[in-house]
């Protein structure tokens, strides 16, 4: 089931039941097998329970492989900016099937980003004019029906669901117009919002059920894609004009918690991609704060010391795991700093790093009580060469080297 190289330790390839924050962090240097693992992890979850698998992949390159299963959930970035659109729709219309819970997690989302809670759409009908639209109304239902959808190859049944929702959306357009002129229709549109604190008020709209026709409709050349604006204090921003990271996190985490379900594998690959480094602090909190009632199965690769040790120092049941030579290897519990975490699990040592120090001069103090001796010193100093980019890092080693002779040199004396 896996590749022969990679050893997983089982903890990941099932739920753990006694704590309710399931979350696992791998990291590794690029090329240690992170993504390829989360791969490999879908797939066994795929064929060895019955759960839901939900996975994020932030990276373009990602190792996931394209799955029929119905329990299959991606959400790639290679798919591009604009499908945010889609996931947001679609997220809806799953969140509109168990309202209460999910709205609520949704809120939160929008307003942790720093959003006002509302979601707002504004359709555009094709190439119709305001006259166009003004004797449509003077039509019955039949002719309606016959002058925009009559083409539409679908059910009788299904046309007149379409139609009336239709209807009721042209309806509250019109009631709220706020200019007349001879201009296209299509201007005159207020946007609709959906209040997130208020759901069930909103969804009296049903332009939830549009979005469920949008691609017929669209591909009939009735209407244009639906637009969708977010806002912050009061201020209309169209979607796609929000920074890629507001975008990555909003997308990621709606589409997480419309799918969800009791004991959902979540899988995350490179979270960190876009995100402000406050953001990358916290997102395993917020992460786990808003799907913590389905108790779900979280593994997440990262490059990212913030959300190591955000994780840590947040998130009681974390385990981190340190991807090396296609093994994971777990690391012991301990809250460490940033500089730290660069050094213990991504083997990279920061310009006027004091942790840097702090461990050298621990290993000399060990040299003069006698307690290793010089070749293991030097041997020990080997990787941290490797590791080591700045100049005044190297000039300050090469004086260490020499340091350790000089102590051994004058203990024979």
Request: net charge neutral; aromatic share 10%.
């Amino acid at each position: 089931m896996f590749d022969s190289n990679f050893q997983i330790p089982t903890e990941l390839l099932s739920f753990r039941n006694t704590l309710p924050e399931d979350v696992n962090i791998i990291v590794g240097e690029n090329g240690s097998g992170k993504s390829y693992m989360l791969s490999q992890l879908a797939e066994n979850h795929l064929k060895s329970n019955n759960k839901d698998v939900v996975v994020i992949a932030n990276s373009i390159h990602d190792k996931f492989k394209p799955h029929h299963s119905i329990r299959f959930h991606p959400l790639k970035n290679s798919v591009g900016r604009k499908y945010t659109k889609d996931v947001l729709k679609k997220s809806l219309i799953n969140m509109s099937k168990d309202s209460s819970k999910r709205i609520n997690f949704a809120t939160n989302v929008l307003k942790y980003v720093g959003f006002d809670s509302k979601i707002g759409f504004r359709l555009h009908f094709k190439n119709t004019s305001l006259n166009d639209i003004d004797d449509i109304f003077d039509l019955n239902d039949e002719l309606f029906l016959k002058y925009k959808l009559q083409d539409i190859d679908i059910e009788k049944e299904e046309r007149e669901d379409i139609y009336s929702e239709l209807l009721k959306y042209l309806n509250y357009s019109i009631k709220n117009k706020k200019v007349y002129n001879q201009r296209t229709y299509n201007e005159f549109y207020d946007i609709i919002w959906f209040n997130m604190n208020d759901y069930e008020s909103s969804y009296k709209f049903s332009l939830i059920n549009l979005f469920k026709w949008e691609y017929i409709l669209v591909r009939n050349k009735i209407i244009e894609p639906i637009d969708v604006f977010l806002s912050k204090n009061d201020q209309i921003i169209p979607l796609l004009s929000a920074s890629s990271g507001e975008l990555a996190l909003i997308t990621s985490f709606l589409y997480i918690t419309s799918i969800i379900n009791e004991k959902t594998v979540i899988l995350i690959d490179e979270p960190e991609n876009s995100l402000h480094p406050k953001w990358q602090r916290e997102y395993v909190k917020l992460l786990v704060d808003i799907v913590y009632l389905y108790q779900p199965h979280i593994v997440i690769a990262t490059h990212s010391p913030l959300i190591v040790s955000g994780a840590e120092l947040n998130v009681k049941g974390a385990k981190i795991y340190k991807a090396q030579n296609f093994e994971l290897e777990l690391q012991e519990k301990r809250t460490l700093n940033i500089e730290e975490i660069y050094y213990d699990l991504f083997d990279t040592i920061m310009p006027e790093n004091r942790i840097l120090s702090n461990i050298i001069v621990n290993q000399l103090n060990k040299l003069e009580k006698k307690e290793i001796s010089l070749e293991n010193f030097l041997k020990y100093l080997d990787p941290i060469y490797d590791n080591v980019r700045d100049k005044r890092q190297i000039k300050m080693l090469d004086g260490i080297s020499k340091l350790a002779e000089k102590i051994v040199l004058q203990r024979k004396n």
